[in-house]
């Protein structure tokens, strides 16, 4: 369904190929509202790419928001502080996103609707009145977000394996040492320990260390999920 001033696309295929122009040739104010990383990731990604135009230009606002749902693992708040690195602005609503949307240089605003069978649908929006209105409820939200740096990362989840390993680098244990309590080889503890420092972005055994003691601990003051 089309008229001027709106247009409903179907997929992200149908908003790359007609609406992926104008998120290339943004150049005031580039504004995203979602409710994770996944509403707008994959279009937007592919429209810049085959734009191929940086996400940053001179004089280019642009800001993300988000709620906690984005922050849910630890590799999604990764991916968050690459994108606040590159210069994007990135804050965080304690509260529910009102519509998830892109607003463009004040013109445009392209509303996401909730996914059938998979599919979702997109409303291209020029109304400069709703865009207005879609742009204030924005920038209400982004007032009272909070900023990504203030945010603290969610502990990885731990399997038992994991606390095992945790446990005895929290004691300061040698790899021998470590290797003979959980009762498995010198390389396979080894690997445990390199692959437990890579989830905890650890730069040492040291940093390793010191993490495990406070994800143990925090693991003893976290009351269990109810089943």
């Given at each position: 369904m089309s008229?001027?001033?709106?247009?409903?696309l179907h997929g992200?295929?149908?908003?790359v190929?007609?609406?992926?122009h104008l998120?290339?040739?943004?150049?005031?104010?580039?504004?995203v509202a979602?409710?994770?990383?996944?509403t707008?990731?994959?279009?937007v990604n592919?429209?810049?790419?085959?734009?191929?135009?940086p996400?940053?230009?001179?004089?280019l606002?642009m800001?993300k928001?988000?709620t906690r749902?984005?922050?849910?693992d630890p590799?999604?708040h990764?991916?968050l502080r690459?994108i606040a690195?590159?210069?994007?602005?990135v804050?965080?609503?304690?509260g529910?996103?009102?519509?998830?949307?892109i607003i463009?240089?004040?013109?445009t605003a392209i509303l996401a609707g909730?996914?059938?069978?998979?599919v979702?649908t997109?409303?291209?929006?020029r109304?400069p009145?709703?865009?207005?209105g879609v742009?204030?409820l924005?920038?209400?939200?982004w007032e009272?977000?909070?900023?990504?740096?203030?945010?603290?990362?969610?502990?990885p989840?731990?399997?038992?394996?994991?606390?095992?390993?945790?446990r005895?680098l929290a004691a300061?244990h040698?790899d021998?040492?470590g290797a003979?309590?959980?009762g498995v080889?010198?390389?396979?503890?080894?690997?445990?320990v390199?692959?437990l420092?890579?989830?905890l972005?650890?730069?040492?055994?040291?940093q390793a260390?010191l993490?495990a003691?406070?994800?143990?601990?925090?693991?003893?003051?976290?009351?269990?999920?109810?089943?």
């Amino acid at each position: 369904m089309s008229t001027d001033r709106i247009i409903t696309l179907h997929g992200e295929r149908e908003l790359v190929q007609r609406a992926g122009h104008l998120f290339v040739a943004s150049h005031e104010e580039f504004l995203v509202a979602a409710t994770d990383l996944m509403t707008w990731s994959a279009g937007v990604n592919a429209a810049f790419s085959e734009g191929k135009r940086p996400h940053l230009v001179p004089g280019l606002t642009m800001r993300k928001l988000y709620t906690r749902r984005a922050l849910a693992d630890p590799e999604s708040h990764r991916r968050l502080r690459r994108i606040a690195a590159s210069g994007i602005e990135v804050r965080i609503s304690d509260g529910p996103i009102t519509r998830e949307a892109i607003i463009i240089d004040r013109q445009t605003a392209i509303l996401a609707g909730a996914p059938v069978r998979g599919v979702r649908t997109y409303t291209v929006v020029r109304t400069p009145e709703v865009v207005d209105g879609v742009r204030s409820l924005f920038r209400a939200t982004w007032e009272t977000a909070t900023d990504l740096a203030d945010c603290t990362a969610p502990p990885p989840p731990l399997s038992d394996q994991a606390r095992d390993t945790l446990r005895a680098l929290a004691a300061g244990h040698t790899d021998e040492t470590g290797a003979r309590l959980l009762g498995v080889s010198l390389r396979t503890y080894r690997r445990r320990v390199a692959d437990l420092m890579t989830t905890l972005g650890a730069g040492s055994r040291f940093q390793a260390g010191l993490l495990a003691q406070r994800l143990l601990a925090e693991e003893e003051v976290t009351p269990a999920a109810p089943r």
